[in-house]
């Protein structure tokens, strides 16, 4: 679970910063802020990549799902980018946990199978 949910972390990271770059344009809003906020939320991701094991690491990762969607308030595209990066969240972890359970089936499997002397 955590290879793929890391990767999804380091994806977002990228686009956070992207979107960055284009909430500058807002007149609305001032670089520090812009850049305040998602510099936070950059090394969230970061952050988030050597928690995600450990308990609530995962529903740190959903609250910044949330805030990746909310952020399309300021710039728009972000709606559309927040929800494609919420499903690969899910999935991640979704499908990360059915891959860590595979794994060590496996591994308890070849344990049996091993002889005892070896």
Request: charged share 10%; proline share 3%.
């Amino acid at each position: 679970m955590r290879t793929l949910c890391s990767s999804t972390l380091i994806g977002e990271f990228f686009v956070i910063g992207f979107a960055a770059l284009v909430a500058m344009k807002d007149p609305g809003l001032s670089t520090s802020t812009v850049w305040l906020v998602s510099g936070i939320a950059m090394v969230l991701c970061l952050a988030l990549c050597g928690v995600l094991t450990r308990p609530g690491g995962v529903a740190l990762g959903w609250a910044l799902q949330i805030a990746l969607i909310a952020s399309g308030i300021y710039v728009p595209t972000m709606y559309f980018m927040g929800a494609i990066f919420a499903g690969l969240w899910w999935a991640s972890v979704h499908y990360g946990r059915k891959i860590d359970e595979a794994k060590a089936r496996f591994a308890a499997q070849s344990t049996q199978d091993s002889p005892s002397g070896a």
